[in-house]
């Protein structure tokens, strides 16, 4: 009889983390602009992470390491590290996927056609077959609302339905990262509410890691499993804190004494990092 082992297990690595981010742009002067500051963060499960911070602070910087998307002739970072799954991102990843406030769909392309675009190219072709992709193409047009809207191009539709449009490109691809910079910022206060209960639901059966950049408190306080506040530049991490309660999160839940404490302790930290002509707060 084999005698029993009680050897430990290897932690599991986390989805992504960041350490020690300094990010820094020379200038004309020859000086070098500091933008983050020896940031650090670790993103160990499928969550809802909003980050907000003051207008220039570097939110978007930091959510584009996250995923590898660096820009031309500009070493990033600086010095740090990213990983994702315990291995260093230095350039776009195949399991991290960004969705913009302008949503970039491609307006010679009907919304069944952007939606299916990116298994055209190469990596996608060799993880999804072509009957497969058709599949979760359809299924997630009926996740999203727009199975009736499938043959209609990009100038056809509101913008809730184009940003929906993005949003099922991104998800169809069922990332393990996926990267949001203000993607409802441009939209009026009655869509971004649909479209943010939209989220909450499609992350409950598509369960990945979103990194979520807003200017928006109230939004940050009813997406957010988590809520990290930068200061302004050279930004660093003043705050990161858990919110528990489930989704759906109700206008009766945001109005109760904890949320608006944690409310409170958001705008504090924002307004003394300058963002008072930035700041949204939605209720």
């Not at 430990?8 to 000086?31: C, F, H, M, R, W």
């Not at 109230?218 to 528990?244: C, H, N």
């Amino acid at each position: 009889m084999s005698a029993e082992t009680n050897a430990p297990t290897a932690a599991a690595k986390p989805l992504v983390s960041a350490t020690n981010i300094v990010q820094e742009y020379a200038q004309p002067d020859g000086k070098a602009l500091r933008v983050l500051d020896d940031v650090s963060l670790t993103f160990e499960q499928p969550s809802i992470n909003m980050l907000l911070g003051p207008s220039g602070c570097g939110k978007s910087t930091l959510l584009r390491m996250l995923g590898g998307v660096r820009p031309w002739n500009v070493a990033t970072p600086t010095s740090g590290r990213v990983e994702i799954e315990g291995q260093a991102c230095n350039g776009p990843h195949a399991d991290a996927v960004m969705v913009f406030q302008h949503y970039s769909n491609r307006p010679d392309l009907t919304v069944w056609q952007n939606v299916m675009y990116p298994f055209r190219f190469q990596e996608w072709k060799r993880r999804v077959s072509e009957k497969e992709a058709e599949q979760r193409v359809n299924q997630m047009l009926g996740e999203v609302g727009l199975a009736d809207k499938k043959a209609l191009f990009p100038a056809q539709l509101s913008g809730g339905q184009n940003q929906r449009v993005a949003l099922a490109r991104a998800l169809v691809l069922r990332p393990k990262v996926l990267l949001m910079d203000e993607p409802f910022g441009a939209l009026d206060a009655q869509t971004r509410s649909h479209m943010q209960l939209l989220l909450a639901k499609l992350h409950e059966v598509h369960r990945c890691l979103v990194v979520f950049v807003t200017h928006d408190v109230t939004e940050a306080l009813l997406l957010g499993d988590r809520v990290i506040v930068l200061s302004t530049q050279p930004a660093k991490v003043i705050d990161d804190f858990r919110i528990d309660a489930r989704q759906p999160r109700s206008a009766d839940w945001l109005n109760g004494v904890e949320v608006r404490e944690m409310h409170e302790r958001v705008v504090g930290h924002l307004r003394a990092a300058g963002a008072h002509g930035n700041m949204r707060v939605s209720v």
